[in-house]
C-alpha cells in the first residue's frame, strides 16, 4: 500500500514541479569580458600547489611492464603514452608539454616546480580526435595514474576513505569533497581529525559543461543554485584557508562565466532530416516535459525527477548524508547559495545539447549508447570501455560507444578499470525506461533528432 502512496505523491510532484518550475532559455549571456578573463584561468593557471614533481612525470613509465619513449629524447611521443596509458587527452591550448588536466606550479615552498590536477583531468575529453574543455573525459583512471604519480616521487599514497574509481572514466569527485569538508570547521579552519560523516557517494561520470547555462539547479541531485560561484572552488579544500578562498572567489566568478559560455560540437555526421523530423515529433510527445524542447530556443523545465519514478542507481543521492550536507551548508560555500535540503530527492533530467558527444550516459556512466538508453533490454552488465575516443570506437546507428562483453575471469592486470561492472557500487544500468514502450522505429527515429540537438 505505502509504495502505491509513495508512487502517485511522487507523481504529483513530478507534476507540480513540472508545471511551476521556472522555464529558462539560455539566460543572460554572460559579460564578455569575464568570459576571457575565465578562459584565461581555466586554460592557463594552476590554483594548487605541485604535488608531483617533474621527476614523477618522466619516471612513472617505470611502472607500466611495457617500452615507453624516453621522456628527454621524445617528449611529445611520451607525453602520448602518459595520457593513453592513464586516459588523459591532449590539450587543445599551449600546456607547457603536459596533458590536459594536468598543469605545473610550485610545490608549497613556492621555489620547487612539480605539477597537480585541474578541472580538465574530469572536464576535458575529445572524442574523433579532438579535445574539448568541458566534454566529460570519459577515459581517465584515476585510480591508476594518482598512486603511480606517489610512487614514483617515492612517496606513499595518502590513506583515501573511499575508492577512486572502479572504471575508467567515472571518478568519485563528490567523497573527495565530502572527505575534505570533514577536516574543516564551520569557519573552514582545520581541524585535526576528520567529522563522521556517514556519506558513501559512488564513483560517478561528469557531467559537461554546456548544458550549465540552461539550468537554474545543478549536480546530479539538483540541490545546489547552478549560479553558485562557491560550489565549484570545493577543488581547492586540499589547501586554502578561509581567507584564500575570499581572495579567489572573483577568479572563479570569471572561470563560471567562461563555464556558461561554452557551447557542444556539432554532430559530424550526415543525418537523415525526414527521419530526424519525425523523431522530434516523438520526443515532443514522450521526452520533452522532463528534458525540454529545443527550438530557436532551449526550453528547459528543470525538473528533479524522484527515484521511484527514475529508478536509475539510487547511491548518488541514498549515499550522501543529511549530516553532510548540513555541514556544508554551515560554511561559507553556502552562505548565498545552499543546498535545498527541503528539495525532492531524485535526478535532475539534464539538458540534452551535444548529447550525441557526451556517451557513456546516466550519471554514473553506465549506458554506452544511446539506443542502449532507450531500450534498456540492450543495457550490458559487464564490458569493456572502448580503447580510445578515435571515431573507429564510435557507433553512428546507436550513437555513443561500441563495446564488447568483458570476457569472464579476472580483468586484464595492465588495464583492469576498462571493465565496467554494474554489479559494483552505485554503477547499476537499471531505470530511466521511458523508451522501452516505443517501437524500433520511434527510437530510431529519436535517435536521429537527439543527434541534431
Ligand atoms: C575528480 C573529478 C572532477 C574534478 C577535478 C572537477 N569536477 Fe566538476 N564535477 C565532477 C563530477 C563527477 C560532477 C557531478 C557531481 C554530482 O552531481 O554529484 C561535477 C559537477 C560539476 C559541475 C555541475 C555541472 C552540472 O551541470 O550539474 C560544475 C559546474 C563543475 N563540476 C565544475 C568544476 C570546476 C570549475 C572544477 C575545477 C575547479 C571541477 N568541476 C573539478 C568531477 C570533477
Ligand atoms: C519522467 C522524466 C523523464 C522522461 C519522460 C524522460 N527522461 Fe530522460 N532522463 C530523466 C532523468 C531524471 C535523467 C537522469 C537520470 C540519471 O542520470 O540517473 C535522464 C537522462 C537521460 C539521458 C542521459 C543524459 C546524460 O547526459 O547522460 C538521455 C539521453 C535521456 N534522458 C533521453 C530521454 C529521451 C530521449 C526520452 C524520451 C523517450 C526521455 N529521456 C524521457 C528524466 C526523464
Known sequence: MSTDFAKRRSLMVLLVAAAFSTSTTAGEPPDPAAVERGRKAMEGRQFLNAEWSDAAF?????????PAPDPDVDPDGYARAFAKRYGFHPAPFPNDGLPMGLKRSTKADGKTRGMQVDCLVCHGGSIGGKSYVGLPNTQIDYAGFFPDLFRADGRRLPILPFVLNTSRGTTNAGMMSVALMAFR????????????????????????????KYKTTMYYDGRTPAGSVRS???????????????????????????????????????????????????????????????????????????????????????????????????????????VDVDAERGYQAPPLVGIWASAPY???????????????????????????????????????????EA????????????????????????????????????????IEYLKTL
Not at 546516466?362 to 542502449?372: D, I, K, Q
Open 407 to 446: 570476457p569472464d575471469g579476472p580483468p586484464d592486470p595492465k588495464d583492469p578499470r576498462r571493465v565496467f561492472d554494474a554489479s559494483r557500487y552505485g554503477l547499476g544500468v537499471g531505470g530511466h525506461t521511458f523508451g522501452d514502450k516505443l517501437s524500433e522505429a520511434q527510437r530510431s527515429d529519436l
Open 232 to 338: 565549484i572552488m570545493q577543488f581547492l579544500l586540499a589547501e586554502k584557508t578561509a581567507d584564500q578562498f575570499r581572495e579567489l572567489e572573483p577568479a572563479f566568478a570569471d572561470i563560471h562565466a567562461y563555464l556558461l559560455s561554452i557551447e557542444p560540437p556539432k554532430y559530424p555526421f550526415a543525418v537523415d532530416a525526414d527521419a530526424a523530423a519525425r523523431g522530434r515529433a516523438v520526443f515532443e510527445e514522450s521526452c520533452a516535459k522532463c528534458h525540454g524542447a529545443y527550438g530557436e530556443r532551449v526550453d528547459y523545465p528543470n525538473v528533479v525527477v524522484p527515484l521511484d519514478v527514475i529508478k536509475t542507481d539510487p547511491a548518488r543521492i541514498e549515499g550522501l548524508s543529511e549530516l553532510s550536507v548540513n555541514h556544508y551548508n554551515s560554511t561559507w560555500f553556502a552562505e548565498r547559495h545552499p
Open 58 to 66: 618522466k619516471g612513472v613509465a617505470k611502472f607500466w611492464g611495457e
Open 185 to 212: 570547521n564551520s569557519d573552514l579552519s582545520l581541524r585535526r581529525f576528520p567529522m563522521a560523516m556517514g556519506t558513501n557517494l559512488p564513483e560517478l561520470d561528469a557531467p559537461p559543461w554546456w548544458v550549465l
Open 362 to 404: 546516466l550519471h554514473n556512466g553506465s549506458v554506452p549508447t544511446l539506443r542502449a538508453l532507450l531500450d534498456s533490454r540492450l543495457r550490458p552488465r559487464r564490458y569493456l570501455r572502448p580503447p580510445s575516443t578515435d571515431f573507429e570506437h564510435y557507433d553512428q546507428r546507436d550513437v555513443g560507444w561500441k563495446f564488447v
